[in-house]
């Protein structure tokens, strides 16, 4: 079985360019026209530079003059700027009771609303103990107070449901 060749990453360079013809894009960014790559790959060592292929797809294939040490870098870049400016959205909790006094259920509201203002959705969840699981419809309207006092800054990803011997409600940002 013959070595597997690796495989290239980006776009093609210099002698990969296996093309016949190519439409040449010069070091100014001037449109040069449609000429054989082969002429295309004598101009660019004539100015020291690199052929660079940007547009694989187009017919003929389209081929700038430039720097491909440079252009690697400004792609680098482009990367790590976008994976700096992209948020990964947390799931937090916050645990309740269907009995839960006025003054940490504003705590517990000023924790929500703190979780949305940062993006992140808020998972709800409602434990009942003991003989509280007689008294299902004080849980539901806990969260039911806990969803209309957050409607006009997130949506509801899952309806409160129970499960064993907790409600769960999912609450995401708008």
């Known amino acids: 079985m013959p070595a ?8 093609r360079v210099n002698e990969d360019i296996r093309v016949p013809q190519v439409r040449l894009i010069d070091q100014d960014g001037e449109m040069i026209g449609v000429m054989s790559a082969r002429d295309a790959l004598l101009r660019a ?5 690199d052929l660079l292929e940007i547009s694989p ?9 430039t720097d491909y040490g ?28 269907p009995n839960i006094d006025d003054h940490d259920y504003d705590v517990k509201m000023r924790q929500m609303k703190e979780f949305i203002g940062d993006g992140d959705k808020v998972k709800v969840t409602l434990r009942f103990r003991g003989r509280e699981m007689a008294h299902q ?3 539901l309207k806990v969260l039911d107070r806990i969803r209309t ?6 949506k509801v990803e899952s309806m409160p449901r129970l499960e064993n011997r907790q409600m ?4 995401a940002p708008k």
């Not at 797809?57 to 003059?65: E, F, L, Y």
């Not at 440079?70 to 009771?97: G, S, T």
């Open 4 to 11: 597997q060749l690796p495989t290239r990453d980006g776009p």
């Open 70 to 97: 440079k252009y690697k870098y400004e792609q680098q870049k482009k990367a790590n700027e976008a994976r700096k400016r992209q948020k990964v959205v947390e799931l937090k909790e916050i645990k309740v009771r």
């Open 57 to 65: 797809n187009a017919a003929p294939p389209v081929c700038k003059i």
């Open 45 to 49: 060592y004539e100015v020291g530079l």
């Open 168 to 171: 769960i409600m999912v609450l």
């Open 149 to 154: 006092e957050l409607a006009e800054a997130t």
């Open 137 to 139: 419809d004080l849980g």
